[in-house]
């Protein structure tokens, strides 16, 4: 479910207009106090993606489980480092709000947080991990709006998990371009084959049938 919808700004414009600019502006500031202003039913959460407020339910038993079996596994390879798995957490950047399945960061996400704590800032994020749920408009988000919206932001590593993709595809995107948008690298991996994380704090782990299997 999507509310206050406007149309969305695929890529940044980098010829905007300064009267569009102060436009865009103004939107991102609505969506914010509106964002802010929501109260939700359990079982639902509110991110700002791009130029709407995203409304969505929890996962289903499928989403719950990979999930789970992700951040455990993720929890024992980061166990020597600084950085840690988290789940449910708000992510800011420029006023829009993003709750991954999983995100990596900083132990002590006291090192970043956002302006208003409300959650932490994604500057300070080096990963975000997707489970594509099922439905035209949740892959839509997982698939294409959240990958720019994290490229935009420039995480280093998004990954998604994509039950609907094929048999099943691990996608490793990494290398972002923040003024355009997009990851320059993509890296697609079938399940049945181990997905390995190329670099950053996960450097090294392995997303196989472990992690993916039915």
């Not at 708000?90 to 399945?101: A, E, G, Q, S, T």
């Not at 839509?140 to 595809?169: M, Q, W």
């Amino acid at each position: 479910m999507t509310a206050l919808a406007h149309e969305p700004c695929p890529a940044v414009d980098e010829g905007m207009s300064s009267a569009a600019g102060h436009e865009a502006v103004a939107l991102d500031e609505v969506l914010w106090q509106a964002w802010k202003a929501m109260e939700l039913p359990e079982g639902y959460r509110a991110e700002i993606v791009e130029e709407f407020i995203e409304v969505s339910p929890t996962g289903r038993r499928r989403h719950t489980v990979l999930i789970n079996r992700l951040r455990r596994a993720l929890e024992t390879h980061l166990a020597d480092g600084d950085h840690a798995a988290y789940q449910d957490g708000n992510l800011i950047h420029r006023h829009k709000v993003w709750i991954p399945d999983l995100f990596i960061a900083p132990e002590d996400l006291d090192e970043i947080p956002d302006e208003e704590d409300l959650g932490v800032d994604a500057s300070g994020v080096q990963a975000v991990f997707e489970v594509v749920s099922p439905g035209r408009e949740a892959q839509s988000r997982d698939r294409e709006r959240k990958r720019r919206a994290y490229a935009r932001a420039g995480i280093p590593l998004y990954v998604l998990i994509d039950d609907f993709d094929g048999d099943g595809t691990v996608v490793i995107l990494t290398a972002p371009n923040p003024g355009k948008a997009v990851y320059a690298d993509e890296h697609r991996v079938p399940y049945g084959t181990d997905a390995v994380i190329p670099d950053g704090p996960a450097k090294g782990f392995v997303i196989g049938d472990a992690i993916v299997r039915q």
